[in-house]
């Protein structure tokens, strides 16, 4: 299977381990990942709050691109893949205002958690596992950007998903039910409205520990940086230990197909894993 791959610029820069480890395992379920040529930043969380245009051609331009090159596009970034089905949804509606070629809107567009969840990956997936995660608990957090709204995401399930977690379990991981899957982290205002994600995310760590969870599993680069990040920070502030590694989810899957650079990927956690990974008898 070859697939275009839009890696968007985080990363390239603060969530490189993500897309290290999105390569490492696409590698070894023979999965190719073609760069998307001469892709540019989509606007991510910055363009739609400024210019409601630039909003949709920054993406559009690499829509048409994907188009081009006749393959499903593969988006990682939660930001980024609404950004990218936005602009695919405005194309379809009216090409002419936003590119200047016909658009056949026939690119599928895929987040990593819907990507992998196939009948078909899952099995695979399956047959790679090598080091089971037996009995590490852990809660599948999905953010907001990849789920809602629905009308632009097409997501099945935007409260409740499920791909995450079937994922997680094909590798062996315990995967404990919460109700905040989808609650939001504060996001972008991170810097503008620190003491948001402080309060959003706060909450977000004590319905994890609640739910029995010994680390956190998501798929988005802004949502893995403030939950890593600033979790010191709310520790302080709630006066209350926390102690949550917050992995990607395809360094989880590394982990269990026996990667050996899975440990390196890790070097870039604020919350270093590797002390719950070696009480679990995972390294």
């Not at 056949?104 to 196939?118: P, Q, S, V």
């Not at 097409?154 to 409740?160: G, K």
């Not at 209350?240 to 989810?249: A, C, I, T």
Request: net charge negative.
């Amino acid at each position: 299977m070859e697939v275009s791959y839009y890696p968007g610029c985080s990363l390239e820069g603060m969530a490189v381990e993500y897309d290290r480890s999105i390569r490492a395992v696409c590698h070894a379920l023979g999965i190719v990942l073609a760069d998307l040529p001469d892709w540019s930043c989509c606007g991510a969380s910055s363009a739609h709050f400024l210019d409601e245009e630039l909003s949709i051609r920054l993406p559009a331009r690499n829509m048409e691109i994907a188009e081009r090159e006749g393959r499903e596009l593969l988006v990682p970034c939660s930001a980024c893949f609404q950004r990218l089905k936005q602009a695919d949804k405005e194309l379809k509606k009216d090409a002419a205002r936003w590119i200047d070629r016909p658009y056949e809107g026939k690119t599928a567009i895929w987040h990593i958690n819907e990507f992998f969840d196939r009948p078909e990956l899952i099995e695979a997936i399956k047959g790679k596992v090598r080091k089971p995660l037996d009995g590490l608990a852990g809660v599948a957090y999905y953010g907001c950007l990849s789920q809602r709204p629905p009308k632009v995401t097409d997501a099945p399930s935007p409260e409740t998903p499920e791909s995450m977690d079937r994922l997680l379990r094909a590798v062996g991981m315990e995967v404990r039910p919460w109700s905040y899957k989808t609650d939001c982290c504060g996001a972008s205002l991170t810097i503008t409205r620190t003491d948001i994600v402080h309060k959003l995310s706060g909450d977000l760590f004590e319905a994890a520990l609640e739910a029995g969870a010994e680390c956190m599993v998501t798929d988005c680069p802004m949502c893995q940086s403030n939950l890593d990040t600033r979790q010191a920070e709310i520790e302080a502030i709630r006066q209350r230990q926390y102690g949550l590694p917050v992995f990607y989810l395809t360094e989880l899957m590394g982990l269990a197909f026996g990667n050996y650079q899975a440990t390196g990927w890790w070097k870039r956690h604020f919350v270093d894993p590797v002390p719950l990974l070696r009480r679990k008898d995972l390294l």
